[in-house]
């Protein structure tokens, strides 16, 4: 008992099937751009010990 596969859309999809379609390829983009981002951020040299303030994590 196999079924069609839900990633290739078919000539006849309905509305809520190419919805989903648009939405799962936006979902997958954004999770690609956020492991980015958080690679971007742990790599070295990226000294992250200032807060976006530009002060030290030690105030008074």
């Given amino acids: 008992m196999t079924t069609p596969s839900a990633r290739t ?3 006849d999809a309905g509305p809520k099937d190419r ?8 979902l ?12 971007g951020r742990t790599e070295p040299g990226a000294d992250d010990s200032q ?9 008074d």
């Fill in 51 to 59: 807060g976006r303030d530009g002060e030290g994590a030690d105030e």
């Fill in 9 to 11: 859309p078919s000539k």
């Fill in 19 to 26: 919805r989903k379609e648009r939405l799962r390829a936006a």
């Fill in 28 to 39: 997958r983009e954004n999770l690609k751009r956020r492991k980015a981002q958080a690679r």
